[in-house]
C-alpha cells in the first residue's frame, strides 16, 4: 500500500469524532479498511495506535482513541517527551488479518517507535507476533485472554489489560459473599472467537470448583443481535444465575433484552466495559460485574482524568480509554527516564520493574514472568432505576481487590509455566 493513501490530520478542538475518523472507509476492502490518521509534525515521536472501530468491538474502540488522544494532548501541552512532540498514527484494526497488516505497515513504514492498543484477543496475538519479530513493543489495552500471556506470550508484547482469569477472580469474590455459586445452578453465554473461549473455560473452571452446577451454555455469534432464542432457553432451563461471557454490543443487547423479556433469575458476568452498559439504556443494566477501572476511582489522579476527558469529550470516561490513555503516559514517562525511543531499552525497561501511576490506590508494574500489569480491580453493582441520577449513573462500587495491604500478585494468572519468555 503506498503513503499517499494516508490522511495527515491536524488535531482540532475537541479531537475527531468517530464519524470524522471514519470517513473515507466506504469503497475500501481488506487491509485499506480505514486509511491511517495521524496528529503531528516534524521531529515528533510517533506512536501506532491501532484499535477496532467498527463492528461489534467499535463502541470500545471510540473510546480507545480518546483515551489516547487525551493522553497525546497532556504530554504535548507540557513539552513533550525530550522536546518532542508525540504524533499518533492511528488506525482501525477490523479483524485479525487487517490488524496484523496494520501493525506491519505502521512498523515498517511509518516508523513508529511502538504500538497501543487493540481490544480483540485474536487480533492482539497477531499483533504481538510482528511486534515479536519485529522487536518493536506492542501495549496490548484491551484483549482479555490468558493464552496470550501464556502459550503466547513474548518479551515485546505488554498487557495493561486484565486477563480473563483476574476478572473471573475479582467478580468471584463478591459473588461468593452474595452466596451465588455455591449449590446454585449457572446458565452461561458466550462470544464465540477466542476472548469468550478462553473465558468461558476460566469462568467454568472457577463456578464448579466453588460448587456450582452448569445448567446450560451456548456460543453466541459475535454479529448477533437478536438474543430471544437463548433467552427462550434460559426460561426453559430455570437456572439460578445467568451469566455473560459476552463482548462489546453482545453485552448490550443482551443486557438489554434481557431486562425486555422480564426474566428474574439473578445476572452477572466476567468480562465487562462500562460502555455496554450504558448503551442499554437507563434502567436495563442489573447484576454484579468485574472491572479494570471506572470512573468513581476515589484517587486524586483518577479524579483529574474524568475532570480532563469530561471536559473535552463531554462525557464520562470508562474502562477502555483508561487503557488506551495510562499506557501512552507511561511510554513518555519511560521515554524521559531512559532518555531514548530504543524499543529494545524500552522493553527491558518494562520489565524490570518501573513503577506507574495508573490512576488506581497503588502503582502498577508489569511483571516478567507474562509481561502481565500487576495491578488492583474492581466489582461493581447494578443501581435499582429509581436511585440513578441520570444515564451514567447506572452502578456502586463494591470494593477493591485485593484488599488493601494484600500483595497484588495474588490476582494475577497463575505461573503455570505456558509462557516460555526468553530471559
Known sequence: MSGDRRGIIGIAPGGLSRRQALAGIAGTVGAVACPAISYGQADAIRIGHLTPVTGFLGPLGEYAQMGVRLAADEINANGGVMG?????????????????AKAER???RDKVAMIIGEISSATALGIGQIAARTKTVFINTGANS??????????????????????????????????MISGKKWYMLTADYAFGHDLLKVAKKYVTANGAQMAGEDLVPTDSADFSPYLLKIRQARPDIVASNLAGNQITNFIKQY????????????GFDTAVAWGAGQ??????????????????????????FSKKYGRLPENQAWGDYNSLKLVAQSFAELK??????????????AKFDILKGREGY????????????????????????????????LGVVPAAGTDLEVLAPEKDGTCKMPA
Not at 531514548?340 to 520493574?353: A, F, I, M, N, Y
Not at 508489569?366 to 447506572?394: C, G, H, L, P, T
Open 84 to 100: 518532542r512532540k508525540i504524533e499518533l498514527v492511528m488506525e482501525d484494526s477490523v479483524n485479525p488479518q487487517t490488524g496484523s
Open 106 to 108: 505502521l512498523i515498517e
Open 146 to 179: 490468558d493464552a496470550i500471556r501464556g502459550k503466547d506470550c513474548n518479551p515485546f508484547m505488554f498487557h495493561i489489560e486484565a486477563a480473563n482469569s483476574m476478572m473471573v477472580q475479582t467478580v468471584g469474590n463478591y459473588l461468593k459473599a452474595a452466596n
Open 259 to 270: 431486562a425486555e423479556y422480564g426474566l428474574q433469575m439473578p445476572i452477572t458476568g466476567f
Open 283 to 308: 434502567g436495563n443494566f442489573a447484576g454484579i460485574w468485574p472491572l479494570i477501572w471506572h470512573h468513581l476511582v476515589d484517587n486524586p489522579s483518577s479524579k483529574k482524568f474524568v475532570e480532563g
Open 340 to 353: 531514548s525511543t530504543d524499543p529494545v531499552k524500552l522493553q527491558e525497561h518494562l520489565r524490570k520493574g
Open 366 to 397: 508489569f511483571r516478567a514472568y507474562d509481561n502481565q500489569m500487576i495491578q488492583e480491580m474492581y466489582a461493581v453493582k447494578a443501581k435499582d432505576a429509581s436511585k440513578m441520577k441520570d444515564k451514567w449513573d447506572i452502578y456502586e462500587p
